[in-house]
């Protein structure tokens, strides 16, 4: 059983605006005093309320700062809610920060068991899937090395020869992932076609509200951390495209 409910939720970030201070500055502007450099509070979600049931297909569109990676990652467990309730059924399988948990002084037959334990494999599932895994990357002999001495690409394609070699329930993916040459692409394309066919529930944020359309029967639209409109894909997204067409370009 595949299911994600969120009843007012709601996410604050405490902040200091000032960040880091110097001990110059500490000791020539009175920076110990504690109102010069206040911890602010940033609503990052106002009061969602949502329902995916098993076998919907969400998508999530806005803004940028809007809030959509935001609430992926507190589907993901990665965030708590400030307040509200938070539900999520399945098994998740998250593809943004895929490099998250990379040790760079470890091979990269190392780092595939690291980033296998964070997605909730086990030492036995991660040896039965390393072949496949070292296959899909194309990384050969440079699984042996330290990924510290990976290059950018090579970097993404392992990363995503991990996260990408789950049977996800719940599957969650922020923006389409470019990794690689043209070849590799394609070879991700179809990797990211086949995990949407399997998955039970999918939430995907993305720019791209084409793509939205083709994949996601049911769309939300976040607006300075507020939903603002969820309802199916065509509808939603004709009311944020037309309300972006009414909004003024930025100064340059």
Known sequence: MARIELDRVSLKFRVRPA????????????LFRKSTNPIIEVDALQGVSLCVEEGERLG?????????????????????????????????????DIALGFEPDATGKENIFYRGYLQGETPRSVRAKMQAIADFSELGDFLNMPVRYYSSG????????????????????????????MSFQEKARRRMREMMAKARLIVMVSHD?????????KVAWLDHGTLRQLGPSAEVVAAYEAAMSRKPPLAA
């Open 154 to 181: 090579m970097m993404v394609r392992l990363a995503f020869s991990i996260a990408t070699a789950v049977e996800p329930e719940v599957l969650l993916v922020d923006e389409v992932l470019s990794v690689g040459d």
């Open 60 to 96: 999530i569109i806005g803004h940028n700062g809007a809030g959509k990676s935001t609430l992926l990652k507190l589907l993901a467990g990665v965030y708590q809610p400030t307040s509200g309730r938070r539900i999520v059924e399945g098994r998740i399988s998250s593809l943004f």
């Open 19 to 30: 960040g880091r201070v110097t001990l110059k500055e500490f000791l020539l502007k009175g």
């Open 209 to 217: 509200v084409k793509a939205i359309q083709e994949v996601c029967g």
